[in-house]
DNA sequence: GACACTCCAT
């Protein structure tokens, strides 16, 4: 049987066209294949079929001008979907792509590695910057995956990587401390003439930055020419910028403020990341030192460097200063913006200054400034945190109904409130609600679910909403696995404990490193049920592991 | 992807 008929065959049993959507469980299908061709089909790859259906449907395209849009092989039921949709117009391509994206990252998630090149060719999607961009994002928190899914794209016969692709997957060998693959990645990019960018160089930093090495992220600095990549103001403000929020003020101050200002330069922007850095360590008197040192040098404080100050004054605790600081502004005739009106706001909040919050919150609507989504955020936030979530709950259909659109952090925000109280089915009521608001929720959305379904005993609900993330566009992250592992000890059951061990052999798969505490616990708590085969499974990984680098940054 | 405000709990 050649590969062409059996496709017209399953052609022709199969009447897609006539509905906009269809749906044919594994059985079904394996059943009129094999009715139908005997056992030369296999149906166990589920990769072929999806090839399969891809080519019918795309043959079937041309003839009808019906677009599939959508073809999910979804777990854990067996079930293959094929959706399809008329399309009068071509507006819809955005929609397209993000479907694709899902598609195709699931296909990536379900492939055996071996396969996976032959799948990916045999699609007959048009592969695009934008879509494998996409793919990359949603396969984020499983980097092997993504390195793979990139790796096999690149032999493709119709399709190059483009820069920001590159960048992508560079960040994610990073974070997965995989420097050689960085630095192979960088030289492919330049060969190919597409980079690398000084975007990449941030990137490469910022991982080097996160892995603890921060001399090293300078290096890459200061090796960006001998890549062939231009040095400027920019770069050097990204830099310094990088180093100081990973609290390394005084080493961006020293060895590269200091030394290289001159050369490129160094504008307000460059002071105001310095003096940021000190703040960011409660140091404000150096913050204030090095701002004095810009003027002396003629150089304007803008409105970012006083929103720095007296942010500054909160982190430290000084909020009689800040006060002060706030006042000031205003007897300078700065113009005071939505930044700091929010910072006063969160500032206030968080010390449970309630009362002067609401005030300045109040007070700057009569100054003719309009609050933004964030500093809606920061009031409901600290509403709930320090008076009560039925008001940070009133303040939020307040906003919608002054006509603010609330956004993630906000939802995650009343979540969270919600949670704390031990409100869950409000809290879910939300969660349901951002959905229908177009706002996805994100992992930590799902976190704080699983969290306090954990926490109240709830055990089945916190995998429940671990079992839905699955299904929707999140994957989880180092949290998710951490919350759920620890709440397979509340109930010292044994098969809480095999799921345990279940969910810790996963997360390696996703490229994420447990702890030396989390193994050593789920391997004693196997062990204390009898669970020893399975025990000595997860103890051989951990030997791998050792090799394997520390912790993750995501 | 040059700076400032909003998202945990260990």
Known sequence: MTKKKMFTSLFRLNDIERSNFFCLGREKIRGKIKGKWGNDVSIGCKCTIFAMFQRIINRRVNKT????????????????????????????????????????????????????????????????????????????????????????????????????????????????RDYKTVWALVARMRSRRIGPSSKTFAIIAERFVGAGKPDRAIKVFLSMREHGCRQDL????????????????????????????????ADVVSYNIIANGWCLIKRTPKALEVLKEMVERGLTPTITTYNIVLKGYFRAGQIKEAWEFFLQMKEREVEIDVVTYTTMVHGFGVVGEIKRARKVFDEMVGEGVRPSTATYNAMIQVLCKKDSVENGVLLFEEMIKKGHVPNLTTYNVVIRGLCHAGNMEKAMEFMERMKTDGCEPNVQSYNVAIRYFCDAGDIEKGLNMFEKMGQGSCLPNLDTYNVLISAMFVRKKSEDLVVAGKLLLEMIDRGFLPRKFTFNRVLNGLLLTGNQGFANEILRLQSKCGRLPRKFKL
């Open 234 to 265: 920019h770069s050097f403000n990204t830099i310094l910028d990088i180093l100081c929020k990973s609290k390394r003020v005084e080493m961006a101050y020293n060895n590269l403020f200091k030394v290289l200002r001159g050369k490129f330069k």
């Open 65 to 176: 001008k019906t677009k599939v849009v959508s073809l999910h092989v979804s777990p854990p039921k067996p079930t293959f979907f094929l959706s399809c949709r008329n399309f009068t117009t071509q507006s819809s391509s955005a929609l397209d792509t993000a479907t694709a994206a899902a598609d195709i990252a699931n296909l990536v998630l379900e492939s055996d590695p071996k396969s996976l090149r032959g799948s990916l060719h045999g699609l007959q999607v048009q592969f695009t910057p934008e879509l494998v961009d996409k793919v990359l994002k949603r396969l984020w928190f499983h980097g092997p995956k993504a390195l793979q899914f990139f790796k096999h794209l690149e032999y493709h016969p119709s399709y190059a990587h483009s820069s920001s692709s590159f960048d992508h997957v560079i960040d994610i060998a990073g974070r997965m």
